[in-house]
Structures are given as C-alpha cells and as structure tokens.
C-alpha cells in the first residue's frame, strides 16, 4: 500500500512517501526549488517521492495532506472578525492566498496529480506533527508533545501514543503560542521570522538572562503546564510586519537593527566583519543588551518545555517522550527536558518543523485510520535523492572540470583526512540527501575541530555566518560520552539528528575547540557505524591520526540557501566560496589557486 | 477546455463542502457575515490579482 503525505503553503512544503508503513522517500521542496523555505506547492518533492517508488499518482492508495484547510480558514475569518479594523491588511492578504491557492487543494490534486477525490484525506496539524515523531520512534509507548507557532487552531498539543493509536488529550489554541513568542524576539531581535530562530539559540550564551521577569509579563507559566500570554505586547495577531507592539518595546528597548553585525565585548571581532567602527565599544554595549534578551527569552523557553513536559509527566506517567513541532528544532531544550524531567529518553524526528508534517500524515492514515502495524523505526534520516557516481562524472565532464577518481575507498579516506588534519575545508557529497533542516554527513561541510581558529576560517571562507552561531561535531557514537556529559550517548536518538546539545566534558573544552560553544555547550551528531559505514570510516580514520574521533561538520551551503542537492549544486557552492576540497562519492574536485 | 470545466466542478464541489463544513461547526449564525467578507475578499482578488505585501509572519 502506498501513501504519500504533503505539507505546504505555509513554511517548508516536503513529501514523504511510505510503502506498506515503511518510508521510501522524503525530501523538502527548497532543496529541489533552490528557495529556501519554499511553502508552494512540492512538485518536485512529489515528482521525487514517486519516482523513488517507482509508481505513478494515480497508483497511490491515498493522499495525505498534513492539515485541515477549512478548520484553518475558519480561525483566520474569526481571529480577522476578533481584531477588526487592525486586521485589514491580514485579511486582505489571507483572501488573496486562500481563494486563489490554499482552499482548493484538493482540486490541484485531483487536477494536477490525476488523484481520484476518494482517496484525498486531510490530518489535522498538530495530529501529522504528533504521528510523525511517534510512529518513526522505536517506542511502543510514549508521551507526546507537539510545540509550534500554530497549525489550524492549535499550537501546543500534548497526549499520547500507544501501539497504532495516537491520542492528543490537551491543546492550547491561538493566540497563545510558543512559536510565535519565539518568533516575535526573533524579530525583536533583528532576525528574520522562521529562519533566525536558531541565531536567537546561539546568540543566548553571549548573555545573561537578567530580564526573565520582564519576559514573564508576557507569559504566565501555569501549574498544570499550559501558559497565557498577555496579548497587549503583541500585534502578530492583526499585523502583516511587525510582531510586537510598541508596548513589547517599551519594555525591551527599542529592536536591534536586522542584519547589523552582532559582538560583545566577549564574543570576539571576526576579521570577515572588516575594520572596526569607531563606536565599537558603544556597539558591543548595545549588543550585550541583545544577547541578554536572547538569554532571557531562552531561558523562559526551556522553562515553558520543561514545565509541559513535567505535567505531561505527571499526567501520563510514561517513561518515553516524543516531541515535534518547530519548537522541537530548540536543541537546548530538548537538552535540558532529557536532563532535567522525570522522562528517561527522548525521540525527536529529523524533519520536526513543518516538512515532517508531510511524514506523519502519511503515517497517520496507515497506522491510525487503517490500524496496519508499525514497523518502522527511523534510525537516519537520509531519505533524499542520490546521486551516483555515473551522474557525478556526467555533470564534471560535461562542464570539463578537472578531477581525480579514487575508486579505492581506503586511499579516498586517507587523502580526505589528510587534508582536513592539513587544516582544509572539504564539502563531502554523498549518497541521498538528508531529511529535515541538519547535515549528517552527506551534505556537509567538514574540517578539523582541534583547531580553535578553524571556526573563523570556516566563517571567512564559506559560510560567512554570525561569529556566535556555534559548530556542532560529527563524533563516533561509541565514543561520545568521553567527549559530552550525555548518559547512554550512544542509544539517545536525537544525538543522531543533531538535535541535542549537550555539556562538552570540561577536560574536552580544549582538545575540541572549533565545536565547543561560548558556554561550554555542544550539539553532537552521533555517528554510528551501521546507519553510516562510510562517514564513520572517515571520523575513524581521523582518530587513528589525531586522537580525536570527531569532526567539524556544518552543512553544505552559503548563507541563506538551501543546503545542496545536486553535483552541479555542490560544485558550484565549492567554486563561489573558499573550500579547499570538494569530493562527490568517489569523484575529488581540488580547488583552483585563484578561487575565492 | 475539458480540463477547465473539471476544475470548475472541483472548486464548486470544495465551495460546496465548505458551506457544509461552517454548517457542522454551528457557524451558521456567523454565515451573513462570513459571506460578506467571503464577497469582499473575493473582490479584493479580482482588483488586486496577486499579493506582494512585506508580510513578516504569515498566520494564513
């Protein structure tokens, strides 16, 4: 039986399509796009999903879509009636997307896909992130939470999963959401919305939470887990631009400038940022003002997860936890909840943003509404497209780059390691692309994490990122508990999603410089040997040489695109940035002397 | 031409589901107002054609 589930028209549209409950393939519209983000609709994901089965749309059993429009359409006509006339341009703006695209999705599938209308089905938002962190954990019992910005009405969900069945007992509805709280700091912060969350994460160990107070006036923290914000701060509500209100500043101060280069007095002044201006000291003043409300508003999110999931606890008294949702991409959190709650392991899927939605819809019609048994457990997360070596020598002689093809496996890792340990930046290309928003090997950046100034490199030579977003290590799973202070490390599913961040052990602090944070933090991706024989390979013959069984992994892309799909993809991101080695399976590109 | 009528009969097959859909929802006593903005949104398409506002966060 095959079910393909979408998610799209509102963040990261994706497919995902499953084969008798078992994930054939899954992939996130940008990476085909090249539009980071893209919400539209996922023809090419689909085109993707389908071919990787090898059936045709009208051989589907069903069609998912992962949220009910109506329900969706239904809150923004109230929610416009609640806050007319400062909703007008919301409206406005709602109409046009909603009668010329989002109402008529069923037809486009019908029209488009040739799908009969039978065989469409809808899962509400909250219940495809609930299924798609469940059904993929290897738990036959776990407690859920799904944590966003919102889906139809809901934006916080909590219940329940056991066997096939996936039960939400508790919900709490827009306006009042955690995403959007998030969100309305990211802006306030100079980031943009949906995209500069994670730069708010890393921005927060450059502060100190001294204005946790101020954030709990927005938010009312209750005793059975749930919260309240007081909607008088906000206005993302009824307004197009602005998702605080001047009371929200009058408060915090007046918003950081978006995009002006970040620094404190601690974090340093990276040589990519140019000069320094002549009101640097001013600047690293104001800054610190910044990087303590990021600090205040993180901390008051771990507080928000962490008092969910202890009444989830509480409530369900299970000892397993699975979370999606974009606000299960906070990998502090999910830290700190692993650390810190009554709940003694934790799930979190790949893809947990919205793109996972497409996957649990899927999962949700086999499992819950057809009642079909799980087998599936997710233990990687690379369900893209691949590209063999036969397509990546194609596209180098077709465009005449030189390169060098090392079919033994052996010589190919050693001249890898070589040049990372000769302190080169590598982009490694290999098999399917992953799923969800991390590189894990193989779509990814790679370079020596010994070297304390490999960050800056890093930064000056390809990713031109923030100096106080942190890199996060690839390390061999049966070694990570040397290198973190994380129990189990090895068995903690996250861990190998990167979407874990926990203490790098204080003696680790200066053996991996390059992935430790400013506070002593780090967000491993556990590497184990049968998911990835190859990637582990090469961070095994890294220890042989070094001593270190880790690498600096980043993923495969310039700043603000998406992360690469194709060898032409990969080569051209290798050409326009600084790396020093470019390697496509068994096919190596060597950077020219006059490349950037 | 075929293909165009089809996807008429589609949207007035969901235009039609929707009206069951605010009916099973008790929204009727909000149906006079919902199909005054459905009517004003409607003409806000057909003067407008397409949406290009800066928008910071669609809740839509």
Redesign the interface.
């Known amino acids: 039986m095959d079910i393909l589930g979408i998610s799209c028209y ?1 963040h990261d549209a994706a497919a995902a399509l499953i084969r008798d409950g078992e994930l054939i393939a899954a992939a996130e519209e940008e990476r085909f796009s090249r539009l980071k983000h893209d919400s539209g609709f996922p023809t090419h994901a689909i085109r993707f999903c389908l071919e990787a089965g090898g059936i045709d749309a009208r051989d589907l059993d069903y069609f998912v879509f992962y949220e009910k429009p ?1 329900i ?3 809150r ?2 109230l929610s ?2 609640q806050t007319v006339p400062r909703s007008w ?12 695209d ?3 999705i ?2 486009l599938v ?2 488009e896909l040739g799908v009969e ?1 039978e065989k469409i089905l809808f899962c509400e938002h909250h219940l495809s992130h609930a299924a798609s962190t469940f059904y993929p954990s290897p738990f036959q019992e776990a407690a859920i939470l799904t944590v966003d ?2 889906g139809e009405w809901t934006t916080t969900a909590a219940g329940y999963g056991r066997g096939t069945e996936v039960t939400l007992t508790k919900e709490l509805r ?1 306006p009042h959401s955690l995403g ?1 709280l998030y ?1 309305a700091f990211t ?1 306030y912060l100079g980031f943009q ?2 995209e500069g969350e994670y730069k708010v994460m890393g921005m927060a160990p450059y502060g100190e939470p001294k204005y946790v107070d101020k954030v709990r006036k927005l938010i009312d923290l209750k005793e059975d887990g749930s919260f309240w914000l007081d909607m008088d701060y906000f206005s ?2 009824y307004s ?4 605080f209100n001047r009371r929200f500043e009058e408060l915090f101060g007046p918003p950081r400038t978006p995009e002006s280069y970040f620094f404190t007095p601690s974090s340093g002044y990276p040589s990519y940022f140019g000069a320094k201006p002549p009101d640097y000291e001013e600047k690293a003043r104001q800054n610190q003002h910044y990087a303590d409300v990021a600090a205040s508003i993180q901390t008051v999110t771990e507080e928000a997860l962490l008092n969910l999931a202890r009444a989830l606890h509480r409530e369900t008294g299970l000892a397993n936890l699975c979370i999606a949702g974009g606000v299960g991409l906070n990998s502090v959190a999910n830290g700190r909840i692993l650390r810190e709650t009554p709940f003694e392991r934790l799930f979190v899927q790949p893809a947990a943003g919205d793109g996972g939605g497409a996957l649990g819809a899927a999962l949700w019609a086999y499992h819950s509404l057809l009642g079909k048994p799980r087998t599936f457990r997710m233990e990687h997360a690379c369900w893209g497209q691949e590209y063999p070596d036969s397509e990546v020598r194609a596209f180098l002689e077709e465009t005449g780059i030189p390169y060098t093809y090392l079919e033994d496996e052996e010589a190919l890792i050693d001249r890898v390691v070589e040049a990372i340990v000769d302190g080169q930046v590598v982009g490694w290309f290999q098999g399917r692309f992953e799923w969800g928003p991390r590189a894990l090997g193989n779509r990814s950046i790679l370079a020596d994490p010994r070297r304390a100034d490999m960050k800056e490199i890093v930064n000056t030579k390809i990713k031109f990122r923030e100096p106080y977003r942190p890199f996060a290590p690839s390390i061999l799973a049966e070694r990570a508990e040397e290198y973190f202070d994380l129990p189990g490390a090895a068995e903690v599913l996250p861990a190998r999603f990167m979407l874990l961040v926990a203490p790098v052990r204080e003696d680790k602090h200066e053996v991996i410089p390059a992935v430790t944070h400013v506070d002593g933090s780090g967000r491993p991706q556990t590497v184990v040997a049968d998911q990835s024989p190859r990637y582990h390979r090469l961070i095994s013959r890294f220890e042989e040489a070094t001593g270190v069984p880790a690498l600096l992994n980043t993923s495969f892309n310039l700043r603000g695109e998406p992360i690469v799909t194709t060898p032409a993809n990969a080569y051209n991101t290798f050409a326009s940035s600084g790396m020093d080695l470019l390697v496509m399976n068994h096919h190596l590109v060597e950077a020219k002397p006059n490349q950037p | 031409m075929i ?1 165009k009528i ?2 008429m009969g ?2 007035f ?2 235009a039609g ?2 009206i069951a ?2 009916w099973e ?1 008790k ?1 009727w006593w ?1 149906i006079p ?2 199909t005054l ?2 009517l ?3 003409l ?2 057909l003067t ?1 054609g ?2 290009l ?8």
Do not use: C, Q
């Not at chain 1, 341009?89 to 010329?100: G, I, T, Y």
């Not at chain 1, 197009?240 to 998702?243: C, E, H, I, V, Y």
């Not at chain 2, 506002?53 to 839509?60: D, E, N, W």
């Open positions: 509102y109506f969706k359409f239904e923004i006509l416009s009636l341009r919301v409206f406005r703006e709602a109409m046009v997307h909603w009668l010329l989002k109402l008529w069923k037809g019908r029209n209308a910005g919102v827009f959007l969100s802006a919305v949906n993302y509500h197009l631009d602005k998702t | 293909g089809r996807s589609a949207k097959g969901i589901e929707l859909f605010l929802r929204l909000m107002s919902i903005l459905l004003f949104g409607l806000i398409v407008e397409s949406a506002a800066p928008f910071i966060y669609t809740l839509f």
